[in-house]
């Protein structure tokens, strides 16, 4: 059974030391591919790095919302020329967060706005990050961005009426560990409701490990149980679920092979 993982943080500290020993355990144990997502300008620059040394490992450039506060006009230029580095695949992760009051949400629109276009010119997919935001997304999305290139909203987390909206405008709808908790009905609607050819599984490791590891330290190994619970929800099997979040993922990232 083969598995993609199109959203996790290797890069990050909770994997220090194991890095490259879990890397190449999930490899072997059928974890196809895995693409690592920048969030600041230093996990962008670690990230093109990184994905030299392991040819199942691919990345994206892209600056978070929680660290737009101190984005400026190089990093922007500087994140044009990292996208277009070898096996960095998309612009992300890039959203808004309203989750904490800071960064102030101006400057969060702002350097959201600035990585669509920049994605637009480079015409790569976008991953969008978005929390506590449904309404300042959902607009800037529609002004800016609909239909423009391929993307996911990951880590979806609203409801089937939002899902509805950016499946409309073509985007894929990203699902992870939340779909297994029992506090996780929005997300068990909102993958019923989604077409299977419009999903893709991910981890976000190092968080939001599923049910039975929820609270520890995620890893692409436990998508098994991500898939298993959609399989479940959509009354197919797992390994359907896995072929096509597969085949989805390929088309998300255009990759061909
Ligand atoms: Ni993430």
Redesign the pocket.
Known sequence: MKIFDT???YDDRAFLGEQEFLLRQMHREGIEYIVN?G?SMESSRVITELVKQYDFLYGTAGV?PEDAGTMTEEDLAELEELCKADKILAIG?IGLDYHYDEPPKEIQKKWFVCQLDLAKRVKLPV?I?SRDAAKDTLDIMKAEHAGQTNGVI??FSYGVELAREYLDMGYYIGIGGVVTFKNGRKLKEVAEYTPLDRIVL?T?AP?LAPVPFRGKRNCSLYLRYVAEEIAGIKGISTEEVCEATFENAKRLYNILD
Request: proline share 0%; glycine share 0%; with cysteine.
């Open positions: 959203h996790a943080h997502i969030c978070h992760e991953v990050h990951h880590c991910e976000d968080y």
